[in-house]
């Protein structure tokens, strides 16, 4: 009975779906002679709003178009806060370092969030922290009293995005939703993985690492660290004994090619929730397949801004969900 109560809202979202970008249409935006027919393009299938041609608006505006749908079809928002403790967490990172700092900064905050924004601001402010859900109150203190402490905000960013990524894991298992632990898991050891090979070309000491690395059921962290102090080789050499074996020559051409190549397979995984009628998995796919458009008109726009070529851009742009 749980996943019939998401009868009508996969309809809805199967006729959103319609609407998604295709790779196809993904080529036409690549091969745009420039930025402003990108965004001619883009208006044409309905992006942004009337008289908005900044990049940055648009893509804000379809964030937000996303939300506002699954809001309307979801009367329960918090089955999906696995998707938005990122937000969160920047939000925090943001607000501890803007008080350092001593100024406002508006715009570096996220829009969507399962936390208001002034309520963390002003439990930074006043370094009341337990006024933050429980799970922040910790990583903030630490992370408030590290910066305040070190000026090192490189410290600072480890605390926070640890607990973001610890958030996120704790959210998928507990969620007894198959499609949201699989996000969770693939997020985590992508951002290990990531943070692992950052580490090893800079030098980075096991201190570090183990303040940095978030526990994870297909990533050993232990092991991951000591690869990355060996060297990026050996973290490769680990990575071919685990599910992300394939990854290995991805990252050993570029971190950005590692990181589309994990985008890439969050799409492959969840392609089968197009054909499912029930629960939430047409739902999470749809905002992460969203997520993912976002980010490659993203990637597209930049590049004709800085007049890439093509094939630059190309090599960049994800998979598309439809």
């Known amino acids: 009975m749980a996943d019939k109560q998401y009868v009508y809202a996969v309809a809805r979202i199967r006729s959103k779906e319609l609407s998604l970008l295709s790779g196809a249409f993904l080529e036409q935006l690549t091969a745009a002679k420039d930025y402003d027919e990108c965004i001619q393009l883009l208006m044409e ?7 908005i041609t900044n990049a940055g608006d648009i893509l804000a505006i379809e964030k937000r178009k996303t939300w506002e749908l699954i809001n309307e079809l979801v009367k ?17 990172k943001a607000a501890i370092k803007e008080v350092r700092m001593g100024d406002e900064y508006p715009g570096i905050f996220m829009e969507q969030g399962t936390v208001d924004v002034k309520l963390i601001r002003e439990a930074v402010q006043t370094r009341e922290f337990q006024n933050l859900p429980a799970a922040m ?6 992370a408030y009293k590290a910066l305040l402490h070190t000026q090192d905000g490189q410290l600072c960013d480890i605390i926070i995005d640890k607990a973001a990524l610890d958030a996120i894991y704790a959210a998928g298992k507990s969620s007894g939703n198959e499609f949201l632990e699989l996000y969770a898991e693939l997020t985590v050891a992508a951002a290990d993985i990531k943070t692992a ?39 490769g050499s680990y990575l071919e004994t685990t599910a992300y074996a394939d990854a290995v020559e991805e990252l050993r051409r570029s971190p950005s090619a590692f990181e589309r190549w994990c985008d890439n397979l ?14 939430l998995g047409p ?18 726009l930049s590049g004709k801004l800085n007049h890439l070529p093509e094939e630059s851009i190309r090599e960049r742009i994800r998979e598309m969900y439809v």
């Open 45 to 51: 299938k309905g992006w942004g709003e009337d008289g």
């Open 197 to 235: 090979v950052r580490a090893s070309r800079t030098g980075k000491d096991r201190v570090f690492l183990e303040q940095a690395l978030a526990p994870c059921g297909s990533i050993n962290v232990a092991r991951l660290a000591q690869a990355a102090i060996e060297g990026v080789d050996s973290i």
């Open 283 to 300: 739902l999470a796919a749809y905002i992460l397949a969203r997520e993912n458009e976002i980010k490659s008109v993203r990637i597209v």
């Open 137 to 142: 109150r910790t990583p903030a203190e630490e």
């Open 266 to 279: 969050l799409i492959r995984k969840i392609k089968p929730q197009q054909y499912s009628a029930f629960g």
């Open 76 to 92: 329960d928002m918090s089955v999906f806060d696995v998707f938005l403790y990122a937000n969160d967490y920047h939000n925090l």
